[in-house]
């Protein structure tokens, strides 16, 4: 066996590539010491090989300030995280343009181990945010994701993020499994998995538990499939919002399925603005879902003006169509169980409404609708007409 063993500090190299197994570099950190130089360290030698290498970081709680890992990298790489990596409690101690854990650029790269990676943006922050002036876009997110491609995340936990927990931004074929996202119920913008301008995405067999969307989707998104996701607390999986910026791309192909919501805000919800720029939403389907105590489990709001920050004279220029609801069952915290709110001036097109069982405290619920004319196959409860 021809081993290199290369030693420096707390950074060790074992290199097996001739065996055709992946070169292993372990990455620690002493005592209360940020562990992200040695990440880079590792890294960059990880990323410079030209065979397959995993990174791991042990069992164990280390800090790490902020960490950006760049590709591309010439073979394919995975970071292996057994640890709880955890974040400096406070804003300031990092740089804020900067996202606290970041990968760019990498094809063919693996997240896995799972670690924990705790955003420690907890009570104690946000209490402060508003007397600290603590701006949302001051605050990092826990993991971001930009331009990978052929890439796999894997068991890890995103805890207490200060702001998304993940956000995906660019790239090519990209797989979540088995992840957790916890956050209080009450944190602010804290979204579960941000996407947007990405195709072939998956999220399957994930927990996600958190102040803000599960799940949402931004513009520019093709062909996303969430199959096994438990959302709650949260606001639901949301495609939007969109058409508050000019020149969006469309969000196309969008799956949810055999997915459950917990007393959630929203369910599946689709919004857009009023008095928006054009934009396109197609081919969304829903898909064996249950509901637990949520507030409106089935939304299209085509006038979501938050704080009304706008004006709604004039409708939203975003065309929805090809939606489908089938075998969607449940609990609503609301009598408005559905609600499809569409554009006066760009009516939805082919929404189709299969199986639903939606009740509102055992009784009945109700659907409130505009601007669209529903296909309906199967039995509706509550019954789904539209004005
Ligand atoms: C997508 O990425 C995965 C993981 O790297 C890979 O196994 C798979 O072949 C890729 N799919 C396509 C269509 O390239
Ligand atoms: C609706 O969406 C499905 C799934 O993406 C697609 O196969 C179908 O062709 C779409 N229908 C129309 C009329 O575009
Ligand atoms: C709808 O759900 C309620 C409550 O779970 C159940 O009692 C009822 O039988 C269901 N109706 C249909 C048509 O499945
Ligand atoms: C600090 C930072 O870059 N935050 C980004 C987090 O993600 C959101 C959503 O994509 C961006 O708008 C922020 O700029």
Known sequence: MDTIFYCAFTFVLFLLADLGESA??????????????????AWDEACAATTPSIIV???????????????PCKAPIELKIKATLKAPPNPNDMECKKEWLTINYVDDFTLSGDGTLDGQGDVQIYGQKKDTGFKSDKLPNNLSLNFLKNSIIRDITSLNSKLFHVNVFGGKNLTFQKITIKAPADSHN????HIAKICDVTIKDSVIGTGDDCISIGDGLENLNIDGVTCGPGHGISVGSLGKTPGEEPVKGVTVKDSKFIGTDNGLRIKTWPNSHPGVVTDIHYHKIEMEDVKNPIVIDQEYCPNNQCSKEKPSLVKISNVSY???????????????????????????????????KGGAAKTVCSNAKPKLTGKQTPPVTCK
């Open 24 to 41: 292993e570099f372990k990455v620690t950190a002493e005592g209360d010491s940020d562990i992200s130089p040695e990440l880079l360290k």
């Open 57 to 71: 970081i042990p069992k164990g709680t280390f800090q790490m300030k902020q960490a950006l890992l760049k590709g």
């Open 326 to 360: 089938t075998n969607i069952k449940g609990t609503s915290a609301t009598e408005e169980a559905v609600i499809i709110a569409c554009s006066s001036g760009v009516p939805c097109e082919d929404v189709k409404f299969g199986d639903i069982n939606l009740t509102f």
């Open 190 to 193: 804290t979204d579960g998995i």
